[in-house]
């Protein structure tokens, strides 16, 4: 599995767009990006997954650039409940063995 | 739908002693997995299975034993437990297949003193 890289933390305006960004430029072409999220100390939550399209839930967007070096993770309208961990995961398969790395930690300040 | 069930939600246990951590899954998925969490950190696996009978090891394996009789249930056995497993613990399941989700556990928190 490719290797990523977040910004450490993050601080965002209650309302605004949240975008958290994830490097992966060794991403190979069978590859899937995944978004999960870390509130507080409960278990990991899937937010969203993408290939090479760019791909929106009722939760999030995501925007993989067109090498796939790269993807943004954009939360529209943040809320203070969005305070979390967020974690960019690449992998070939599914939700199994996920390799997860210190992630970004995404402050929502009112 | 529970989704993914684990219990205990706490324990507290003391070095030497041994204790199973029980995990369900109601979603028939094929694929399961154990984890830890210790403070400040990412997730790490320990365990994972990719069907009933089939197990193998992850990234720390070491003083943990895992079983997989039924598609539904994934324990992990702490046969003597040391202060150096003190951690949450995350069991997930997900269909294995390219492009899917896990869905973990509420975690269980465990001391060992």
């Known amino acids: 599995d490719a290797k990523t890289t977040q910004p450490p933390s993050m601080d965002c305006a209650e309302g605004r767009a949240a975008n958290l960004p994830c490097n992966h430029s060794?991403?190979?072409?069978?590859?899937?990006v995944y978004w999960y999220r870390q509130i507080h100390s409960q278990g990991p939550q899937y937010i969203i997954h993408?290939?090479?399209n760019n791909e929106t839930n009722e939760m999030a967007s995501l925007i993989i650039t067109e090498d796939r070096k790269s993807s943004t993770l954009i939360l529209p309208h943040a809320t203070l409940r969005d305070t979390a961990v967020y974690y960019c995961?690449?992998?070939?398969?599914?939700?199994?063995?996920?390799?997860f790395g210190a992630g970004t930690i995404l402050r929502v300040k009112s | 739908n529970a989704g993914v069930t684990q219990t205990p939600k706490f324990q507290v246990l003391k070095t030497g002693q041994s204790m199973t951590l029980q995990c369900a899954q109601d979603?028939?998925?094929?694929?399961m997995s154990w984890y830890r969490q210790d403070p400040g950190m990412g997730l790490r696996l320990i365990h994972y299975?990719?069907?009933?009978?089939?197990?193998d090891q992850g990234e720390v394996p070491n003083g943990y034993n895992v079983s997989r009789s039924t598609t539904e249930d994934f324990p992990l056995r702490l046969l003597s437990a040391a202060p150096s497993q003190t951690s949450v613990y995350f069991c997930?399941?997900?269909?294995?297949?390219?492009?899917?989700?896990?869905?973990f556990g509420q975690g269980t928190r465990l001391t060992v003193v």
């Open positions: 997930a399941s997900s269909s294995g297949t390219g492009g899917t989700e896990a869905f």
């Open positions: 299975s990719v069907g009933a009978g089939i197990t």
């Open positions: 995961i690449v992998r070939v398969g599914g939700g199994n063995k996920l390799v």
């Open positions: 060794t991403i190979s072409g069978n590859e899937y």
């Open positions: 993408g290939l090479k």
């Open positions: 979603m028939n998925h094929e694929y």
